[in-house]
């Protein structure tokens, strides 16, 4: 199981799924559920319980994330092999 990047997956790691063009971030959590040997349509995004609230200096506009990964290539869904 690996991710857009090429990085192993594993369950309980936090993920940020984006949509298939890159644009747009669909869901944030944290993995479970994926099965070895399959990269799509695997797995679900639970989702952590909020606690007292967002501190803004230690978060990032979804817009600004998707710039950095288009800026690192990773803004593209990898062909299905």
């Given at each position: 199981?690996?991710y ?6 594993k ?71």
């Amino acid at each position: 199981m690996h991710y857009a990047n090429g990085r192993e997956a594993k369950n309980g790691d936090r993920v940020i799924q984006l949509s298939i063009d890159g644009d747009k971030v669909l869901d944030i959590g944290i993995l479970c559920d994926a099965v070895p040997g399959n990269d799509y349509c695997n797995g679900s995004i639970a989702k952590p319980p909020t606690s007292g609230g967002a501190c803004l200096v230690d978060c990032i506009h979804a817009d600004d994330l998707a710039a950095i990964l288009a800026e690192k290539g990773l803004d593209k869904r990898p062909a299905r092999k």
